[in-house]
């Protein structure tokens, strides 16, 4: 079992930034990609951001691309996203998620992901 506790979200004006935080803990040693989704009201899931653990190769989605990085910290077992430039649009839950079985689907499939966090709240002020 992998526990993933996202923090580091909150309320924030437009063009402000934040960055969340996602510490897993238990048996991460088979992490192999971890990423961040976010969910809007009344919209589906979409992909955010994923990194490899290993060696840290990064994947953004087109949305936020240039405006959001993800990083991981393997000592803390932590990875994060930073949010600047952020948009009205912008706000959601952001969920952190974990692949530890090795999956072969697309990076932006949800379905990819075996663990996920319970999310925190972004909200963006016009």
């Known amino acids: 079992q992998v526990q993933l506790v996202e923090s580091g979200g909150g309320l924030v004006q437009a063009g402000g930034s934040l960055r969340l935080s996602c510490a897993a803990s238990?048996?991460?040693?088979?992490?192999?990609?971890m990423a961040w989704f976010r969910q809007a009201r009344g919209k589906v899931r979409e992909f955010v951001a994923a990194?490899?653990?290993?060696?840290?190769?990064?994947h953004h989605a087109d949305s936020v691309r240039g405006r959001f990085t993800i990083s991981r910290d393997k000592a803390k077992n932590t990875v994060y996203l930073q949010m600047n430039s952020l948009k009205p649009e912008d706000a959601a839950v952001y969920y952190c998620a974990a692949d530890t079985k090795y999956g072969t689907s697309n990076y932006y499939y949800d379905g990819r992901y075996d663990y996920w966090g319970q999310g925190t709240q972004v909200t963006v002020s016009s």
């Open positions: 238990g048996r991460t040693a088979n992490t192999y990609v």
């Open positions: 990194i490899t653990w290993g060696a840290g190769k990064m």
